[in-house]
């Protein structure tokens, strides 16, 4: 008996932190952080900001721009609007220099995630372009593998439709 509960104490502390799913107010989309790992820091709404969170892994933000984006809806218009969306993000930081980019949807909902290096170090970008607003999460991860994970997690769960 006293190995089977050794076992059962060596699965548990080997086992994968878990994720918490986190709601985001006045939007569908959630977030999976390790609550454990990461501490909430006071978002201010009226400049946007969505959610703040902070760990000795990295730090993150989530903000909320009232900006529509048809022409991420419309196969068409998608490259040159991701173009326009990433020139704006590396004239907003000094030295940008993109290391990754991809173009897809949650759960019908355009998305561009983006991975690059800039005067402060790495950084990983996730927009959610819905028809109304953007959402966008900008994460300073320590691990490059751990920051893709946290931004594929905000999401839009699969049961509820896109704006």
Partial sequence: MARL??????????????????????????????????????????HGLVAVYTSKIGSLAITRAPI?????????????????????????????KRTARTVGDSNGVPIVDIEARTKYGTAVFRFLLFRTYSLTLALEPKDLAHGRAIAHSFTIPPEQTPR
């Fill in 5 to 46: 509960d050794a076992l059962v104490i060596v699965i548990a502390l080997a086992a994968p932190a878990m994720a918490d799913p986190i709601a985001l107010p006045d939007t569908r989309a959630t977030l999976e952080l390790d609550l454990h790992e990461w501490t909430a820091a006071k978002a201010d709404p009226a």
């Fill in 68 to 96: 529509p984006n048809p022409d991420a809806w419309r196969a068409k218009t998608r490259d040159t609007y991701v173009d326009e969306l990433e020139r704006g993000l590396a004239a907003a930081l000094p030295a940008y």
